[in-house]
C-alpha cells in the first residue's frame, strides 16, 4: 500500500509519542531520595476535623493525633494523666476537679487554659453530635476554677466518667471563636466554627493541619513545639492520609512504594496479596469491635428466647473464623480486649445436640416453615453475605428457613427505627466508644439506644436496664466490673444477640523502615489499646526512610 | 439567522421545562428511597432530640411539596443546601469539586475528538486494508471494555510495571497548587507560567482521562469511518474526482465535513454523559471530582449533594446538546435553513 501523506502524518504523530513517553521516564528517572520522615495511608473518605462531629474510626484517627484530651489511655487499658496532671474525685463522686499542665501551646502559639476545656466541654454538649452523647447525658457542666483549674459537675453518678474523658477533644476557644460563622444554628454561636473546623484544626496535639483536600487527602505536620516534647527522634515529620480505600489503587501504591500503612478496610484477599510486596508485614490487633447477629427480641420466631438459643448453637464460630475473618477470635457480648469483659463467660459454640433440644421447647416447634428467619447483611461488606449463608446452611438442619437479605446501611437505619420493621437478624458490627464494658453494655443493651443500629434486639428489660445504671454509678472499679460481669452472665443467659466473634483489625505496613507500635505490642503478646483511633498516635511512630528497601518513592513534603 | 435564533430560543425555552420536570423527579426520588438521611449522617449514637433538631433544619419533617418550596426557592437563588458529608455548602463543594471532572473530561473530550476522527478517516481512507482492519480491532475491544476496567487495566500497566506515569489524584506531593483562576490545573499552571505543576497537572491527566475517553472514542471513530465509506460513493463526490481536485481536499473539505453530522451529534451525548460516567474512574484514580461526590453523596444518601450534581449534570446535557444542534446547523446548513 502506497503511503499517503496522511500516514506520514502518523507516523509523525507516533514519534511524538515516543518522544513524549521518553521525557516522562527521564523526569521520574530524575527523582532525587529525600530522608523526609513521613507516614502514609490510606483511608475510605478525607476526614472530618471537628472532633464535635464524628465517632467513627476514620475520624477518630486524627482526632488523637490534632488534639488533646485531660486523660489519654495507655496501651494496657489503663488511663494515664495528659493535659491533667493531677484530678480529684469529690465522695459524693459528682464533682470532678482537674489540675491541668501549664504552658501548653495550641498550634497558632496560644495558652491552653480551663476556659479553653470549659469551652470544648459546652461546644460538644451543645452541638450533640459525635461524642456529644457521652457528655449531654451525664455532665451538669464544668467551670473554669483558676487559670489551669477546671471543674466538672456530674447530673448523676457515672463511674467512667475519667474513660469518657478521653473522647473530649480541647480546642482553641479564641481561634475557634475568631472563625465563626454568624448566620449558623447556635444563636450568638453561629456554627460553633464548624465550617472552618471542616479543612483546619485548633488544637494542640503532636501533628497539626498543613493541607487539607476534601475528596483527596489530609496533610498533617509534625507540631515541633508539643508541650509533650518528641523524645522519639524518629517520629514522622508528616504524615498524609490519602482518601481512598479502592483496593487496586491501594495494592497499586503500596507496590510502588507511595504508601507505609493500608487502611484497615481491605478485603482479606487484597491484603493477603498486599503482604507479598516485598518488605511488608501484616498487623493485626483488636480494637473491641464485635460482629454481632442482633436478633429481635420483639418480633416472631425471634421473641422465642429457645429459637434464639438454638440459633446461637447452631452456627460454626470456629469455621466462620477460620474461613472467613481469620485472626478473629471467638466473643461474647463484650469483646475480651474491653476492660471488663467476663473472663469466665464461655460464648456460645457449634453443638447441634442442644441446638435441636433448644428448637423442641420453641413455642414455633412444628411450624417453623410458617415463620422464616429474616437475616439481614450489610450490601458492601461480601464477607457479611457469607456468614449468612453459613448460618442459612446450619440453621436448615434444625429445619430453620432463613431469608438473606441484602441491604445498603440506609435501609438498615430506616428499618431499625420500629420494632415492628426491624429484621429478626441483622449483621451488624459495633465498637465502644471508650475503653469500658459498660460503653458496650449501654449502647447495646439500654432501652435508651432502642431504635438505632445500635440495638436491634429491642430488649427494653427494666431489670438489665437497672442493672446497667447501678453499674456505670459505682466508684469502685472492682466493684463495678463484677456488676459488669453478671450483666453480660444475664445477657448471654436471655440470648438476644449472636456474637460471632471479636474482629481483628487487619492492615499491611512496611516493616523494612517503619514501626508500627501496636504491631510490635501484639509481637509481643502485649495488650494494645482497646479504643479505636488510639492505634494509630503518630508520635510514637518510627520511621527510618536510610532503611528503606525497593520499592520505595520518598515522601516529598 | 432570524430562523436560527428562534429556533435557538425554543430549545432554551424546552431546557427550561425539562430541568423543572428532572428537579422534580429526582427531588422525589431522593426523598421516597428508604432511609432517614438525618440518621444516616449523625449515626447510630447520636440523641434523637439532635436527630430531630438536623431534620427539621433539613425540613424534613415537613410535607414533600412544602420541602420542594424550601429546596427550588433556594436553587433559584443559588443555595442548593448543605452537605451532610462535608459539612459545607453544596455550591461551595461544586466550585471546588466541578473544575476537577471539568479538566478531565474536556481533556477525554480531546482526545475522543482527536482519535475518533483520525481513526475513522483512516479507516475510510484505507477502506478495507490492514488499516481499516486494525482500527476495526481496536475498536472492538475499546468498545467492549468499560471506562473503569480500562482504568483498572491501565493503573495495573502504568502504576506497576512501568511506573513512568502518577496514578494518586490531580498533583504529586511536593509540587504546590496554583493560585486558584479557574479551578483547571493544567490551565492555571499554564497562565501562572508554573511549568513544573503544568507537566505534573499533565501527567496526572493522561490515565484517568484515557480511560474515560476509551469506550466513545472508538465508538466514534466507528461511526466517522461508516458515514464516510457511506458518503464516498455519493455523486458529488464522483463529480469531483471527475472535476480532478486533489484527493485531499474532497477527503477533508467535502466528504468528512458532512460525514461528521452522526460522530458530532453522538459526541454531544457522550461528552455529556462522561461527566456522569466518570465515577468509577475518579474513584480509582482518586480524583477529587464532582462525580465521585455525587457518587458518595448517593451512597449516604445526602439529598442536597444528590439533588445538586443531578441537577448541574442535567443542565450540563441540555445546554451540550443545544450547542451541538448549533454545530449542526453549521455542518448541515439544510439545518438552519429548513422550517425552523
Redesign the interface.
Known amino acids: ?1 502506497k503511503i ?4 506520514r502524518f ?1 507516523r509523525n504523530g507516533l514519534f511524538l509519542v515516543l518522544v513524549a ?1 521518553l521525557m ?2 527521564l ?2 528517572a530524575g527523582y532525587t531520595q529525600q530522608d523526609v520522615k513521613a507516614v502514609r495511608t490510606t483511608n475510605v ?1 478525607t476526614p ?1 476535623l ?1 472532633p464535635a ?4 474510626f476514620i475520624n477518630c484517627v486524627f482526632y488523637v493525633n490534632l488534639y488533646d484530651s485531660l486523660i489519654f489511655p495507655a496501651m494496657d487499658g489503663s488511663l494515664k494523666p495528659s493535659l491533667a496532671k493531677s484530678w480529684e474525685i469529690s465522695e459524693d463522686g459528682l464533682t470532678y476537679t482537674f489540675e491541668l499542665v501549664p504552658g501548653v501551646k495550641f498550634h497558632n502559639g496560644d495558652e491552653l487554659t480551663a476556659d479553653d476545656v470549659v469551652f470544648s466541654l459546652e461546644r460538644i454538649m451543645t ?3 459525635g461524642f ?2 457521652l457528655f ?2 451525664n455532665v451538669e457542666g464544668a467551670k473554669a476554677l483558676e487559670k489551669y483549674k477546671v471543674q466538672f459537675k456530674l447530673k448523676k453518678v457515672f463511674a467512667p466518667f475519667l474513660s469518657v474523658l478521653v473522647r473530649l477533644y480541647i480546642l482553641n476557644q479564641n481561634q475557634v471563636m475568631a472563625n465563626i460563622n454568624k448566620d449558623g ?1 447556635y444563636e450568638e454561636f453561629g456554627d460553633y466554627g ?2 472552618w473546623l ?1 479543612t483546619h484544626d485548633a488544637g494542640s496535639g503532636p501533628y497539626k493541619v498543613k493541607e487539607m ?5 489530609l ?1 498533617m505536620e509534625k507540631f515541633n513545639d508539643y508541650w509533650g516534647g518528641w523524645e522519639n527522634k524518629n517520629a514522622p515529620q508528616y504524615v ?1 492520609e ?3 480505600n ?1 483496593a ?2 491501594v495494592r ?2 503500596m ?2 512504594g ?1 504508601l507505609e500503612i493500608t487502611d484497615q478496610w481491605q478485603s482479606d484477599e487484597n491484603l493477603v496479596a498486599i503482604d507479598q510486596i516485598p518488605n511488608t508485614e501484616m498487623a493485626s490487633f483488636y480494637s473491641g469491635t464485635v460482629m454481632n447477629i442482633m436478633l429481635n427480641t420483639k418480633k416472631p420466631p425471634t421473641d422465642d428466647i429457645h429459637f434464639r438459643k438454638a440459633l446461637s448453637y447452631c452456627i460454626d464460630y470456629k469455621k466462620i473464623i477460620e474461613k472467613i475473618y481469620p485472626g478473629s477470635r471467638p466473643s461474647g457480648s463484650v469483646a475480651s480486649s474491653t476492660p471488663g469483659y467476663n473472663p469466665n463467660l464461655k460464648p456460645y459454640t457449634l453443638d447441634l445436640a442442644k441446638a435441636e433440644m433448644e428448637i423442641k421447647q420453641s413455642s414455633y416447634y412444628g411450624k417453623l416453615d410458617q415463620y422464616p428467619f429474616e437475616l439481614y447483611w450489610c450490601s458492601g461488606l461480601v464477607d457479611e453475605e457469607k456468614v449468612a449463608l453459613m448460618v442459612q446452611a446450619n440453621a436448615a438442619k434444625l429445619g430453620i428457613k432463613v431469608d438473606i437479605v441484602k441491604a ?4 438498615y ?3 431499625m ?1 420500629t420494632p415492628e420493621t426491624t429484621p429478626n437478624g441483622a449483621i451488624i458490627f459495633v465498637a465502644p ?1 471508650y475503653a469500658e464494658a459498660g460503653s458496650m453494655l449501654k ?1 447495646r443493651y439500654h432501652s435508651s ?1 432502642c ?4 440495638q436491634g434486639e429491642w430488649l427494653q428489660d427494666p431489670e438489665i436496664d437497672s442493672m446497667i445504671e447501678d453499674a456505670i454509678s459505682t466508684l469502685d472499679q472492682k466493684e463495678r466490673f463484677q456488676k459488669y460481669y453478671a450483666i453480660q452472665e444475664k445477657i448471654a443467659g436471655l440470648c438476644p444477640t449472636i456474637c460471632i466473634l471479636e474482629k481483628a483489625d487487619k492492615q499491611v505496613f512496611r516493616s523494612d523502615y517503619v514501626v508500627f507500635p501496636v504491631a510490635e505490642l501484639v509481637k509481643q503478646g502485649k495488650p494494645c489499646n482497646p479504643i479505636f483511633g488510639y492505634s494509630f498516635y503518630f508520635r510514637d511512630f518510627k520511621v527510618t526512610p536510610e532503611k528503606a528497601q525497593s520499592p520505595y518513592a520518598p ?3 | 439567522m432570524l430562523k436560527l435564533r428562534i429556533f435557538l430560543f425554543r430549545r432554551l425555552l424546552f431546557s427550561i421545562f425539562v430541568i423543572f420536570g428532572l428537579s422534580i423527579v429526582i427531588f422525589i426520588i431522593a426523598r421516597v428511597v428508604p432511609g432517614d438521611p438525618a440518621r444516616m449522617a449523625l449515626g447510630g449514637k447520636a440523641p434523637k432530640e439532635v436527630v430531630q433538631r438536623l431534620r427539621q433544619e433539613m425540613h424534613l419533617d415537613k410535607t414533600l411539596p412544602e420541602q420542594y418550596f424550601f429546596w427550588i426557592r433556594g436553587v433559584l437563588s443559588g443555595d442548593f443546601g448543605r452537605s451532610l458529608r462535608t459539612g459545607r455548602t453544596v455550591l461551595e463543594d461544586i466550585k471546588i469539586f466541578f473544575p476537577a471532572t471539568i479538566e478531565l473530561v474536556i481533556f477525554s473530550g480531546l482526545l475522543t475528538v482527536i482519535f475518533a476522527i483520525l481513526f475513522g478517516t483512516l479507516a475510510a481512507q484505507h477502506k478495507n486494508t490492514w488499516v481499516d482492519n486494525l482500527i476495526r480491532i481496536l475498536s472492538y475491544f475499546g468498545v467492549s471494555i468499560p471506562a473503569f476496567v480500562a482504568a483498572i487495566i491501565f493503573l495495573l500497566l502504568f502504576g506497576y510495571y512501568w511506573t513512568i506515569l502518577p496514578v494518586l489524584g490531580r498533583l504529586s506531593s511536593g509540587i504546590s497548587y496554583p493560585t486558584k483562576i479557574t479551578g483547571l490545573l493544567t490551565i492555571d499552571s499554564l497562565i501562572q507560567g508554573n511549568f513544573v505543576a503544568f507537566w505534573d497537572a499533565f501527567k496526572h491527566l493522561i490515565l484517568p482521562s484515557t480511560a474515560l475517553s476509551l469506550g466513545r472514542l472508538f465508538q466514534e471513530a466507528r461511526i466517522t469511518r461508516s458515514s464516510m465509506v457511506e458518503n464516498m460513493h455519493k455523486e458529488y463526490i464522483t463529480a469531483e474526482r471527475g472535476y480532478g481536485i486533489p484527493e485531499r481536499i474532497i477527503m477533508f473539505k467535502y466528504l468528512l465535513k458532512p460525514s461528521l453530522i452522526p460522530t458530532v451529534s453522538i459526541m454531544g451525548l457522550d461528552l455529556a454523559a462522561s461527566f456522569g460516567n466518570a465515577f468509577l474512574v475518579e474513584m480509582i484514580f482518586c480524583w477529587p471530582g464532582l462525580s465521585r461526590y455525587g457518587i458518595n453523596g448517593m451512597l449516604t444518601k445526602d439529598l442536597n449533594v444528590i439533588s445538586g450534581v443531578i441537577i448541574l449534570y442535567g443542565t450540563i446535557f441540555v445546554i451540550t446538546n443545544i450547542i451541538v444542534d448549533i454545530i449542526l446547523t453549521f455542518l448541515d446548513p439544510r439545518i438552519r435553513f429548513s422550517n425552523r
Open positions: 500500500m499517503s501523506k496522511f500516514i502518523l513517553s516522562l521516564t523526569s521520574c473518605w472530618f471537628d462531629l464524628a465517632i467513627n452541638i450533640g453530635e456529644g452523647y449531654t447525658e444554628y464548624k465550617a471542616i483536600k476534601i475528596q483527596e487527602f496533610l498524609k490519602i482518601g481512598t479502592e487496586v489503587t497499586t501504591l507496590s510502588r507511595e445498603p446501611w440506609i435501609n437505619i430506616d428499618k427505627a466508644s449502647s439506644t431504635g438505632t443500629t445500635e515522601f516529598k513534603p
